[in-house]
Every structure is written in C-alpha cells, then in structure tokens.
C-alpha cells in the first residue's frame, strides 16, 4: 500500500512536494509531478476509498475530450478503461469508480518518484523556506512545496435530514485539525454546501423514476438517484427508505441515503502570497469534474 519505508516512518522525511488529499485533483497532480521526475508524496486517510469521489456527475463528449487532450494525464490513461456511455441524448459517459480508484492506485505505485501514505495531517509549520507536516502517526515531513487537495474533508460535516455527523464524506472523518493549522499560517476559508445523491440496489426498476436514475458501474443494479439528491438529502434515513420502497417497488433497497455536506475551500478573497501552498480541486473552489483535473495540470507546470 505504501512505498515509504518503514525507517523514514521516524524522523524526518524531506521531499519536494506533498499532496495531502488522494481524490482526483489529488492524484492527478501527483501523477503528473511524478512523471516530471519530482519526488512527490501523497497522504490520504484511506487508500481504499481515494480517487472515489461521493458521486460523479454524467460526462459530456466534450468533458471527454478535454481529458483525453491533456499529456500526462493520469487520467486520460485509464479513462477509456472504466467509461461506459449512458442511454441518453445527447451522448453522456459515467465513469465506473471501483476500476477509476484500482487502476488509478496502480499507476501512482508503479512511479519510482511517488510515495504513497494512509493517515491524516495533524499539525503544519512553517519554518523558512519549507513547511514541516506531522500526521496523526507520527510522520514528519519536511517539504518545499505543499498541494491541498482534501476535497470536503477540511472540517466537513454530513447531514442527512436534521442529523449531522463530522466527515467529509459518508463513513469518513474530515480534517479538522489540518484546517485550524492552516488558519495558523494565514489561510482564509469559507464555507460550501453540496448534496450528494443516494445509492440504490434495483432489482426491478419502474419507469416512474427512470429520469434522473443513473448507473454507478458498467454491470450491475446500483444506482444513483441523480435528480432526488437535494430533496432525499433533507429526509431521514427512515424516511428515505420508505421513499425509495414507494417509488421503485419492494425490491429496492438504500445501499446509502442522500446526505449534504457542509465543508472548507480556500477564500477566493485572499491573494495567493504564498506560493508554496497551493490549494486545487474542491478545496480551491473547483465545481466540475474536468476544472479539477485541468487544475492539477496547471500545477504540475508550474512546480
């Protein structure tokens, strides 16, 4: 799973780059630093769930196209592996998100300039020139360059009806930590809301509700209440399963419910005055699949 030894794992482990988030954004700014011959490492709470956003909205042949345009693209390299083309018109692609996080890990482990680590950022410092990270383990990194790709996992919080619970995603704690430390060092957030749709096992499903009712993988009967998101996310977990029941027959069932989440991006007001901190994706404001991944391009340029 990872590539830093276990003797860097004590004192202080010096790099060019680190990447703290392993979504998208994430990996795909690792993977093109990488390819540059830049030693990069990447940390992430789990390697299991990276590059696995909460749901990926239908992509456009020109979203497609401006990926596959792009070098050194992380993702253009496994994209025609895990896209399957919806029954719509116009045409509009999904991307099967079990194969986009094992291919996607694959490539990153196969880089000799890469390392990969599982754990959260506690504490940053800036010390001159370099900024010194220690995870929740015990890691201490020291690095030239910081990326900030954690997604909604800077302080998120999940709601589903009126209940909140703290994460960045369903089942997954957000950074609390990471974001006051960052506060310390003069970043500004503000705060983002975004709904996230509800997974649904189908054995049969009715046409009533075939609008909006999107595909999660090539084969199978999961799907994504794409359409019902914003107001699933405001009913109560019972509530959303006697809905779904009503809608689509006794043979439905709510793999996971419609939640919202509440999380950090780095104000837009602020001049960017530190350029070794660099925040991309989500937690910079990004609110499209393709923004994200041309962001992480830009980066890999300029580092």
Request: hydrophobic fraction near 40%; aromatic fraction near 8%.
């Amino acid at each position: 799973m990872t590539k830093v030894r276990e003797s860097q794992i004590f004192g202080v482990k010096t790099v060019e780059t680190v990447v703290v988030g392993a979504g998208l954004a994430g990996v795909e700014a690792a993977y093109r630093l990488a390819c540059k011959k830049r030693e990069v490492l990447t940390i992430t709470s789990s390697w299991d769930t990276a590059v696995q956003p909460a749901f990926l909205p239908a992509l456009s042949q020109q979203e497609i196209d401006k990926v596959l345009a792009s070098n050194n693209s992380l993702l253009r390299k496994v994209l025609k592996k895990v896209l399957f083309e919806l029954p719509t018109k116009p045409k509009s692609y999904y991307l099967d998100k079990v194969k986009l996080q094992m291919l996607s890990k694959n490539l990153l482990e196969q880089s000799p300039y890469c390392y990969l680590w599982q754990d959260t950022v506690d504490l940053v410092n800036k010390k001159s020139s370099v900024y010194e990270l220690i995870t929740h383990w015990g890691l201490k990194v020291k690095a030239k360059k910081v990326i900030v790709a954690c997604g909604t996992f800077l302080d998120g919080q999940v709601f589903i009806g009126n209940t909140a619970f703290p994460g960045g995603k369903l089942g997954e704690l957000g950074s609390a930590k990471f974001k006051t430390e960052l506060e310390k060092v003069g970043v500004q957030f503000e705060q983002r809301e975004l709904s996230i749709p509800a997974l649904i096992k189908v054995e049969a499903k009715r046409a009533a509700f075939k609008e909006g009712f999107v595909p999660v993988a090539k084969e199978g009967n999961l799907f994504s209440a794409l359409n019902y998101s914003q107001y699933l996310c405001e009913l109560s977990l019972e509530k959303q399963k006697k809905l779904i029941k009503a809608e689509l027959g006794a043979t439905a069932s709510l793999v996971a419910p419609a939640y919202k989440v509440k999380y950090w991006i780095r104000a837009a007001r602020q001049k960017r005055e530190q350029t070794n901190l660099i925040f991309i994706g989500k937690a910079a404001g990004a609110t499209s699949f393709v923004e994200s991944i041309m962001a992480a391009g830009d980066v890999s340029r300029e580092t």
